[in-house]
């Protein structure tokens, strides 16, 4: 079973400011394989990224995924009051099942 | 525009049985797998079960292998989780939530709203 490690477990930062999120995997994830999800309070999850870089529908473009292999990046270039919320990765390599990471939350500092 | 609605939780006791309804609008639904994936009070996402779009394949969390059973019925696009031998750490948020493919389940792109199920005496 691949194993996902989001970091940081919190990301304290300010409006306009720029967040890196990480997705690690503990095996390699071919075909990049890797989607993020963001979750508000009270709310499912909403799908941001599949294929590691492709946004989803809808999706505004300061949203953008990258890397391979066993390195994920989720980078918000300039956060939005409505960015702040929790976000998780996920692996469809081995799916099913889809395996999660624990996931990163992004706090207003 | 895409609609999953979710149904039927509440809460059980210990070792009680109860079924979970998704209603689909808003697409042609025996064209994408389903999948049932919870989320426990305060905690992360995990994936539960999943189901082709045909029916004819269903795949299981190992948590949830020998209690659980997934089903759809296409001609009411409707998905189905009946859960068996529930337990306390059963207890959580659950969302179905759509595959863009026929025949895989890998990411979700619609998510129902969530229902919870507790388990508790």
């Known amino acids: 079973e691949i194993v996902l490690t989001q970091s940081p477990g919190t990301l304290s930062l300010s409006p306009g400011e720029r967040a890196t999120l990480s997705c690690r995997a503990s095996?390699?994830?071919?075909?990049?394989?890797i989607a993020w999800y963001q979750q508000k309070p009270g709310q499912a999850p909403r799908l941001l990224i599949y294929?590691?870089?492709s946004r989803a529908t809808g999706i505004p473009d300061r949203f953008s995924g990258s890397g391979s292999g066993t390195d994920f990046t989720l980078t918000i270039s300039r956060l939005e009051t409505e960015d702040f919320a929790v976000y998780y990765c996920?692996?469809?390599?081995?799916?099913?099942?889809?395996?999660f990471g624990q996931g990163t939350k992004v706090e207003i500092e | 525009e895409v609609q999953l609605l979710d149904s039927g939780g509440g809460l059980v006791q210990p070792g009680g049985s109860l079924r979970l309804s998704c209603a689909a609008s808003?697409?042609?639904?025996?064209?994408?797998?389903m999948s049932w994936v919870r989320q426990a009070p305060g905690k992360g996402l995990e994936w539960v079960s999943g189901?082709?779009?045909?029916?004819?394949?269903?795949y299981y969390a190992d948590s949830a292998k020998g209690r659980f059973t997934i089903s759809r019925d296409n001609s009411k696009s409707t998905l189905f989780l009946q859960m068996n031998s529930l337990r306390a750490d059963d207890t959580a948020v659950y969302y179905c939530?759509?595959?863009?493919?026929?025949?895989?389940?890998?990411?979700?792109?619609?998510w129902g709203q969530g229902i919870l199920v507790t388990v508790s005496s």
């Open positions: 189901v082709s779009g045909s029916g004819g394949t269903t």
């Open positions: 294929g590691a870089s």
């Open positions: 939530a759509k595959s863009p493919r026929m025949t895989t389940v890998n990411y979700f792109d619609y």
């Open positions: 808003g697409l042609t639904f025996t064209s994408y797998a």
């Open positions: 095996q390699s994830v071919s075909s990049s394989y």
């Open positions: 996920q692996q469809y390599d081995s799916s099913p099942p889809g395996t």
